[in-house]
């Protein structure tokens, strides 16, 4: 059985983030970045099924970026991933999740995986959109937002988040997607044997122009961090006073009152 | 020259800080109070690997290279610093001597339970006479057949408490001062071994610091480490490297409370403002970081010096003096950045101030370093 686990490196988010040079997304000196928290997700309940399934099993990690991804790809090689592709673009950030998912269709469709997992969303941009997408170009079933996860001789039992929090269960046939909502399990940390095993793991490069294979259809055109926090609103006056004026403030400015 | 960690030391840096942030900073201050590092949180380092970080894999270990070792030591020591001397003697003042010095069959037989963390491993050199003068030890060794029997008492153990595997300095005749001092490994378990106390400290409280007597203990000619006679040599190659593990807790812990002293003098508002905006402030915390900075370049530049096989006992003294001075001035200035909050125990800066001062005296004093650098700048 294959299985591939896409992944993306997010700047830490509690960062500040500035625009950059051409406003159109952050600026990345000075930050600091690290796996998706979904992705993490993803990994764990990949490699959870690696282990379960045993050595005819084959698990992938997949990222595209610069070269400062390979650093989260080699955290999922040391949580138990078998090998990494590193699909080799400098300018990831810019594109839109359709090509994004085109890049990892063209990686995955001549490759037989039977089951791909990826992070619900990314935490910077939060589209939601990648996994999906890659499940359509490939022409396979998908399911997205799981906070539960069973295999058993080719069906997938994945329990789904809905809204309000009520859940679903659906069942799928392989070869399927899955996208991984946070929660799914408990992400395991990397031991240190694991990483030094991981250094001798192989990480394939692939430049990014032989995969992509579309243009974008959605652009981003600018960038904008929030505003600095004002100083917050001081109430005085007498109590009587300053609860009339909360109260006025939650029913203008919130929902807590209506 | 490259000042940045690889990305395979920054992958290991950013697990064991996610490692410590969700299974040691919580416990912290509960650590400090109880005087104990839980059980649980002992094996999880273990599993974790950070028991062997640097030792060979065929013998347990994780197979990493000394910087890893002392970028464990330092992320562990951000948040608690009694947990971070726990790693730092068991592995490099136990652990190290015995892969260093010991036969293949002695490594095989005590590394794997110590890489794991199965056992906790110790130090016993210091006595209650002998300190910086570690050539005065007066526990001595007789030859009984096929064992050796020791007899004396040490004390000032890390780690003594768990009554694990220790390295044992004796000597076989006092009068021949250093050149009669010999090594031994010890299951601390053997008869005759007694516990007389656990020391109650001003810092580093989790950490256990144990005094010994030894009865007739009786240890197998094969625990012997080296040769008979190479026990000081031992004992100093030993803590040359040992520095390195202080530097980083030390580092680690100055660390910790500058992050906290940081964040306060943002948070706190005195005559209308954040403290951070008066230079009275800006000051302190440029001054901290900038000793910081320091005693990190000193020790990266030690591990990866002993890492190289090159000699780094000059760097390896000069980090330990750094870091140490470091942490406790960084503390300090924690403290007087916290004002009256500082003070009070229910802040962690208090706790890394009591944690901070032992650094400039184990594993050699900080005047001992200042021989060792001196000594080496005239030779």
């Not at chain 1, 039977?114 to 997408?133: E, K, N, P």
């Not at chain 1, 392989?174 to 240190?192: E, F, S």
């Not at chain 2, 050539?135 to 040490?154: E, L, M, V």
């Amino acid at each position: 059985m294959k299985l591939l686990v896409c992944i993306k490196q997010v700047p830490d988010m509690e960062s500040r983030f500035k625009p950059d040079a051409a406003g159109v997304w952050f600026a990345e000196t000075d930050l600091a970045f690290r796996m998706n928290e979904y992705d993490e997700y993803a990994v764990e309940q990949a490699v959870q099924l690696r282990e379960k399934l045993g050595d005819g099993c084959e698990l992938t990690v997949l990222s595209i970026g610069p070269d400062r991804v390979v650093e989260a790809i080699k955290k999922a090689l040391a949580m138990g991933c078998d090998n990494a592709a590193h699909i080799q673009d400098p300018a990831a950030s810019g594109k839109d999740p359709w090509q994004i998912a085109s890049i990892i269709a063209a990686y995955a469709k001549d490759k037989g995986f039977d089951l791909i997992f990826t992070g619900m969303q990314s935490q910077d941009r939060g589209s939601a959109q990648v996994g999906v997408t890659v499940a359509e170009l490939l022409g396979i079933a998908s399911t997205s937002t799981i906070v539960g996860f069973d295999y058993d001789n080719g069906t997938i039992t994945a329990k789904r988040e809905l809204e309000g929090g009520i859940k679903g269960v659906v069942k799928m046939k392989t070869p399927a997607l899955v996208t991984c909502q946070l929660g799914l399990n408990i992400p395991r940390y990397p031991t240190l044997p694991n990483i030094m095993k991981a250094k001798k793991k192989e990480i394939a490069a692939i430049p990014v122009a032989d995969l992509l294979n579309a243009d974008s259809l959605a652009t981003t055109t600018s960038f904008h961090p929030p505003a600095k926090k004002g100083g917050g609103i001081v109430l005085e006056g007498d109590v009587a006073d300053q609860v009339d004026k909360l109260i006025a403030i939650l029913k203008d400015k919130t929902a807590v009152l209506r | 020259m490259n000042f940045e960690l690889s990305q395979d030391h920054k992958v290991l840096q950013s697990a064991v800080r996610d490692f410590v942030e969700k299974e040691i900073k919580p416990i912290a201050m509960k650590i400090d109070e109880e005087h104990m590092i839980p059980d649980t949180l002992v094996a999880k380092m273990g599993e974790m690997g950070l028991l062997g970080s640097y030792l060979p894999e065929e013998y347990g270990g994780a197979g990493l290279d000394m910087l890893s070792y002392a970028i464990v030591v330092e992320e562990v020591s951000k948040a608690c610093g009694s947990s971070g001397v726990l790693i730092s003697a068991h592995t490099s003042l136990c652990s190290g001597p015995i892969y260093t010095f010991g036969t293949e069959e002695q490594k095989k037989k005590w590394l794997p339970p110590l890489n794991s963390g199965d056992i906790i491993g110790c130090f016993l050199l210091t006595e209650p006479d002998a300190g910086s003068d570690a050539g005065a030890i007066s526990t001595t060794y007789t030859r009984d057949g096929d064992d050796y029997i020791i007899n004396g008492a040490k004390m000032f153990i890390t780690n003594g408490g768990y009554k694990g595997t220790g390295v044992i300095f004796a000597t076989s005749d006092k009068n021949l001062k250093h050149k009669g001092v010999s090594a031994f490994i010890i299951d601390l378990q053997s008869h005759g071994v007694v516990i007389l106390k656990n020391e109650k400290k001003m810092g580093i409280r989790g950490s256990y610091t144990t005094a010994f007597a030894f009865d007739n203990v009786r240890i197998p000619v094969a625990n012997l480490l080296g040769q008979e006679g190479q026990g000081f040599k031992i004992a100093m190659d030993t803590l040359n490297g040992g520095r390195i593990g202080i530097a980083s807790q030390a580092l680690g812990i100055a660390e910790g409370a500058f992050a906290l002293a940081l964040a306060y003098s943002k948070e706190r508002k005195q005559f209308g403002a954040p403290i951070c905006d008066l230079q009275a402030i800006q000051f302190k915390l440029a001054d901290m970081y900038a000793k910081i900075e320091t005693s990190k370049l000193m020790t990266y530049k030690a591990a990866c010096l002993k890492d190289a096989k090159k000699s780094y006992t000059m760097e390896s003294a000069m980090c330990k003096m750094l870091a140490s001075e470091a942490a406790t001035f960084v503390t300090k200035e924690a403290i007087q950045i916290h004002g009256g909050y500082g003070f009070i125990c229910d802040y962690e800066v208090e706790r890394m101030y009591r944690d901070a001062k032992i650094t400039e005296i184990y594993e050699g004093t900080n005047e001992v370093q200042r021989v060792v650098i001196s000594k080496l700048l005239l030779s």
